[in-house]
């Protein structure tokens, strides 16, 4: 009876392990491993738990050559071995499975040897969805980061060459040469200020303040180019997933591609849990709202009625009653298409099809609530 539980099992473990993403065991065996490594610099803690913490580490290792081999036998038989010898997730595995291993090999005294399985923490890099963004920002804007570091780097050496011109005679310790200024001039510039090296003569002071201040120009531009990049790729993000949206919502079915684009700029798209209020009855009302996923309960007088992907309310608040005349409140976990007023009648001018769909439902729904 074992057998047909066991070895399915098995097989859908392997599966798993031969896929480049990051299983659950993989994060375990990561975390393990990284906290005994720790331990095994802490003499009287390791000390006391040695012998747990040395098979700790030996089973984290022994998974991960595990991992690495299914992964090279998964890849040979996809034909992209040396593909994955060579790629950036290959030599990662590599590391990880090798490192510890050679090191022990070579003589490497035990303890010194596993400080290796550091680098185990580099297999969790390519399942940070953020890194994923963080390097299509980095590629984006390479040109005005790459300026920004050229002027770094002249402000360092511009700083460093002046420092020792005006500084060396007085502290010859210190300012001796060009590349001992260096220090000082990187440790001002990124604004650190260990105070280890500072100048004293008045004019090294005066370019001492010049570098302090180019620093903080120089960081600011780095931050306001990147903060730029993060925003408008977070900005294709979301145009992207609420595009999904918007064509999954049956009343947009009809809609070209030109159109989609066009109400996806003006939606908001809003998540929200069940039992939330969305409308209540009798107050002012300026936006109106497509389900594209999950359900809303409308209270009208003596019944509910539900509304699930493709309908819209609150659309009378738009065509002249801004009084909202029903509560709505989320049975489920809803996503909602919030669209305003103004986005509204802009809409609506654009389109006139459309306009003219949310006039008859209106007006079929006023029927019917009568």
Known sequence: ???????????QFVSATAGRNMTRTAY??????????TVLTIGPAYDAVAHW???????????????????????????????????????????????????????????????????????????IP??????RVLVQESGPLISVLV???MVVFLASVAEYFLEHDVQPQTFGSVPAALWWAVVTLTTTGYGDVVPITPLGRIVAAMVMISGLG???????????????????????KTWETVSNVPFFANLGPAAIADVTQMLRTVDLPPRTTIIRKGTSGDCMYFVAAGEVA???????????????????????????????ITTKVARLLVLDLVDFRLLMARHPELAETIDAEARRRQLENQ
Not at 1 to 11: D, H, N, Q, R
Not at 130 to 135: E, S, V
């Open 28 to 37: 375990v065996a990561v975390t393990l491993g990284v906290a005994m490594m």
């Open 298 to 328: 409308v209270d009208l007088p003596g019944r509910k009625v539900l509304l699930g992907e493709g309908d819209f309310f609150g659309e009378m608040a738009l065509l002249g009653n801004t009084m909202r005349g029903a509560d709505v």
């Open 218 to 240: 120089v960081f600011g531009l780095w931050t306001g180019i990147l903060a730029t990049g993060f925003a408008a790729e977070t900005r294709r993000d979301n145009f992207l």
């Open 130 to 135: 953020g890194l994923r963004q963080l390097r």
């Open 53 to 127: 913490v040395d098979a700790v580490l030996w089973l984290c290792l022994a998974y991960f050559v595990f991992e690495w081999l299914v992964r090279l036998r998964h890849m040979r038989q996809r034909g992209r071995f040396w593909f994955y010898q060579l790629s950036g997730a290959g030599l990662v595995d590599a590391a990880g499975a090798l490192a510890v291993p050679l090191a022990l090999l070579a003589g490497v005294q035990p303890k010194t040897a596993w400080l290796l399985a550091i680098l185990w923490v580099l297999k969790v890099v390519p399942g």
């Open 151 to 153: 002027i770094f780097l």
């Open 1 to 11: 009876m074992a057998k047909p539980l066991v070895f399915p099992v098995l097989a």
